[in-house]
């Protein structure tokens, strides 16, 4: 077991150059005194003390620099996440290290299990439509703690339910995430943290940001890091009783305003329009209840994903005989589509048209695609005309071979196949 968990540890003193020391030195130094004021006012969306978010603060560094995989991810409390405690807490710092306990422990589970790719399901207009709801939701929370305005109705506040992973975005320093090793540096992380009275945490956009922009040069900066939120522990507790809830409101409004980003909509609308049909659905819903939002937004993903695998795109040619060119795989959801298109195309004209099926994309078959085959081979043969598959890979023509298809004829390129068609058709 300790092996298998040591293999999970990125970091090591051996590897690491004395030339690094004094940009992480920096780096850490400047995080942390981020760090600092966002742990406070994170705490307050929580509903908790405000030491709480300090107690949440600095235990990720220490963490994250031996199992983390990008050098400019920092851990502690995030916005969203302290929205998400604010709903289901009710303000019980008891029930919060809890909250942590058990997140870390479910984040570990999925690491454990390499589950990771699940993640993956989630995209990007989901992702966006989600933080961009729950940033104005959290910015427009604030509102009465800058004016100065009480017992105003939490009704607003959305009945978060956020996944217990979400990496900033670090595609621009040229290395590879894994998904895997996050969940189980953000895992124990909470895990640990719940035995110091944390609350749950996970990546943060803003400080990460500062990280990358200060030079950092590995995660040790988070050592850095996790000393400063320490002292501040140590030393300036008594202070922070006097801080005014109007300048921890003000934080926490600069923090969630970029995450509000118009320009992805534009970019939407440029690229592909339909991707703005997943961000919407998850930006709206999220007004209602999030959890609608996020499900809605996956649930549209997964609907729009699936509609491509049961719609594959299937060009169709004249040769004198029909040459039909399949542009991605066959799987069962696709197998009706198939037979609609050469039914019409083929079976149903007059006379009846041989087919030469151009299978060079294709690279999977399952059960249900295979069925479907026989019983249009049999209906070609009854009609008097030919079926002939072109272009198999190794891999299908095996599986085609294993289910003894009556009459199953293959070439290796398209024109071989014309060829024997246009004879028979003489």
Not at 172 to 180: K, M, P, S
């Amino acid at each position: 077991m300790n092996s298998f968990v040591c293999s999970f540890c990125i970091f090591s003193t051996s590897r690491y150059r004395l030339s690094w020391l004094q940009m992480d030195l920096i780096a850490g130094l400047t995080v942390g005194l981020t760090t600092v004021p966002q742990a406070l006012a994170y705490a307050e969306v929580a509903g908790l003390p405000v030491q709480y978010g300090l107690y949440s603060a600095f235990m990720g560094g220490f963490i994250y620099t031996v199992l983390g995989t990008s050098k400019d991810v920092t851990l502690g409390p995030t916005a969203i996440m302290s929205l998400l405690c604010a709903s289901y807490v009710g303000g019980d710092p008891v029930r919060a290290v809890l909250l942590s306990l058990l997140c870390g422990t479910i984040q570990t589970a999925m690491a454990l299990l390499r589950l990771g790719f699940l993640l993956d399901f989630i995209s990007f207009p989901v992702i966006k439509g989600f933080t961009c709801a729950a940033a104005v939701t959290i910015g427009f929370g604030q509102v009465k703690n800058v004016l100065g305005l009480k017992d105003i109705p939490h009704e607003f506040f959305l009945q978060v339910y956020y996944t217990f992973y979400r990496i900033p975005e670090t595609s621009q320093n040229d290395y590879r995430i894994d998904a895997n090793q996050e969940l189980f540096a953000i895992g124990l992380t909470n895990i640990m943290g719940s035995f110091v009275s944390a609350y749950p945490v996970t990546g943060s956009f803003g400080r990460t940001a500062v990280n990358s922009q200060t030079g950092v040069c590995t995660p040790a900066g988070g050592i850095v890091t996790g000393v400063v939120v320490l002292l501040s522990l140590a030393f300036l507790m008594p202070a922070f009783y006097y801080i005014p809830k109007a300048s921890l409101a003000a934080v926490i409004i600069c923090a969630v305003a970029p995450m509000v980003d118009y320009r992805v909509v534009i970019q939407f609308w440029r690229i592909r329009k339909l991707d703005l049909v997943p961000f919407l659905t998850t930006f709206l819903l999220s007004f209602w209840e999030v959890q609608y939002g996020i499900v809605g937004g996956v649930v549209v993903s997964g609907l729009m994903l699936l509609y491509n695998v049961a719609r594959p795109s299937i060009k169709v040619s004249d040769h004198g005989v029909l040459v039909m060119e399949l542009d991605s795989g066959l799987s069962f959801p696709s197998t009706e589509y198939l037979n609609t298109v050469i039914y019409t195309q083929a079976l149903r004209a007059s006379p009846p048209r041989s087919v030469v099926l151009n299978c060079h994309h294709v690279n999977t078959v399952d059960y249900t695609v295979v069925n479907e085959l026989r019983d249009l081979l049999r209906q070609f043969k009854l009609r008097g005309v030919g079926l002939i598959f072109s272009g198999l890979q190794y891999s299908v023509l095996e599986v085609l071979l294993a289910a003894d298809l009556p009459d199953l004829r293959h070439t290796t390129s398209v024109e071989a196949a014309l060829t024997i068609l246009s004879g028979n058709t003489q």
